[in-house]
């Protein structure tokens, strides 16, 4: 059994300030975590993912996430926010053949 | 970009009627997803494939089925469709393993009046 837990629906920054989108997760396996994006009236593109290798992951974009085992945790931070950052994020986690999606957290970027 | 396309990509039908969306792929993967979008759902899989006739069902399949006759096309059926079926809906494909990233196609927004 797994799920995905993501802590904040919205979340709002400034332009130019720190971003992190927070994610907790419990699975019976060794699990693959990944980070999608998702643009208004777009499909998932993926951000970056986590499959047993470092545990601090970089992806596109300047987003970078860090496994915590211990806290069985995967946040997605980004040291500076900009505009296009806008969207749509969702942490999902992968075991045992199968896939489960967080709800997802909005981000917001203000000028 | 993946090679995936989704037809059509808007739908407005009636309560009772069949509706078939396609999903097409140019990559030549096994592996193809069926997910719907929601609010306050993130994405949640309705069938999948892992090859040629070789479907599955997933956490949501209740209303609708699939087919796959060729590697490139899976279809999705929903063959009297119910207002709970209005939706964003998502086809997936992956290269490997069933855990390998997913590219995800462009969507197909359904509403049922």
């Known amino acids: 059994a797994q799920s995905v837990t993501q802590l904040d629906s919205h979340v709002s920054v400034s332009e130019g300030t720190p971003v992190l989108l927070r994610c907790n997760y419990s699975?019976?396996?060794?699990?693959?975590l990944f980070w999608y994006v998702q643009h208004p009236n777009k499909g998932l593109q993926l951000l970056l993912k986590?499959?047993?290798?470092?545990?601090l992951v970089k992806g596109i974009n300047g987003f970078e996430a860090e496994f915590k085992k211990s806290e069985t945790s995967f946040h997605l931070t980004k040291p500076s926010a900009h505009m296009s950052d806008a969207a749509e994020y969702f942490c999902?986690?992968?075991?045992?053949?199968?896939?489960?999606f967080g709800d997802g957290t909005t981000l917001t970027v203000k000028p | 970009d993946a090679g995936i396309t989704q037809s059509p990509r808007h739908k407005v039908t009636e309560t009772g009627t069949p509706v078939t969306l396609r999903c097409h792929q140019t990559?030549?993967?096994?592996?193809m997803y069926w997910y719907r979008q929601d609010p306050g759902h993130g994405l949640r899989l309705i069938h999948y494939?892992?090859?040629?006739?070789?479907?599955d069902k997933g956490e949501v399949s209740d209303g609708y089925s699939v087919s796959r006759s060729k590697t490139e096309d899976f279809l999705l059926t929903l063959e009297s469709a119910t207002s709970s079926q209005t939706s964003v809906y998502f086809c997936?494909?992956?290269?490997?393993?069933?855990?390998?990233?997913?590219?995800f196609g462009p969507g197909t927004r359904l509403t049922v009046l």
């Open positions: 699975s019976s396996y060794s699990p693959s």
């Open positions: 494939s892992y090859g040629v006739k070789d479907t």
């Open positions: 990559e030549n993967h096994r592996y």
């Open positions: 997936a494909i992956t290269s490997g393993t069933k855990t390998d990233t997913q590219y």
């Open positions: 999902v986690v992968t075991g045992g053949g199968k896939s489960t």
């Open positions: 986590y499959t047993s290798a470092a545990t």
